[in-house]
């Protein structure tokens, strides 16, 4: 079982900067890969980054390469999730999620957070 709480959220204008948080429980002899996606009504959900259970594979969506990066703190047992270069584009619930098998992780995720609002003003 993996438990996902994510923290973070909030408004910023654009061109801020947010960085969202992702308490992650799980066994550590099966530390699972980690990923991030975001959701806004009336879309899909869109896949924003992913990255291996040990931290050798970094894998973004093309809209927000550069802007964004991901990277885990094995002492805290966090997946972070730093974003830049912020716009209304970026305004969704983002979803920390969680997988052993990196495939799934990035198309339908096992473990989902409850998500986190961000909401980026013009």
Same mark, same amino acid.
């Given at each position: 079982?993996?438990?996902?709480?994510?923290?973070?959220?909030?408004?910023?204008?654009?061109?801020?900067?947010?960085?969202?948080?992702?308490?992650?429980?799980?066994?550590?002899?099966?530390?699972?890969? !980690?990923?991030?996606?975001?959701?806004?009504?009336?879309?899909?959900?869109?896949?924003?980054?992913?990255?291996?259970?040990?931290?050798?594979? !970094?894998?973004?969506?093309?809209?927000?390469?550069?802007?964004?990066?991901?990277?885990?703190?094995?002492?805290?047992?966090?997946?972070?999730?730093?974003?830049?270069?912020?716009?209304?584009?970026?305004?969704?619930?983002?979803?920390?999620?969680?997988?052993?098998?990196?495939?799934?992780?990035?198309?339908?995720?096992?473990?989902?957070?409850?998500?986190?609002?961000?909401?980026?003003?013009?």
């Amino acid at each position: 079982q993996v438990q996902l709480i994510e923290s973070g959220g909030g408004s910023v204008q654009t061109g801020g900067s947010l960085t969202l948080s992702c308490a992650a429980s799980y066994r550590t002899t099966n530390r699972p890969h !980690m990923a991030w996606f975001r959701h806004t009504p009336g879309k899909e959900r869109e896949f924003v980054a992913a990255i291996s259970s040990g931290s050798y594979t !970094m894998k973004y969506a093309d809209s927000v390469k550069g802007r964004f990066t991901i990277s885990r703190d094995y002492d805290k047992n966090l997946v972070l999730l730093q974003m830049s270069s912020l716009s209304p584009e970026d305004t969704a619930v983002y979803y920390c999620t969680a997988d052993s098998d990196w495939m799934n992780l990035l198309r339908r995720p096992n473990y989902w957070g409850q998500g986190t609002q961000v909401t980026v003003s013009s």
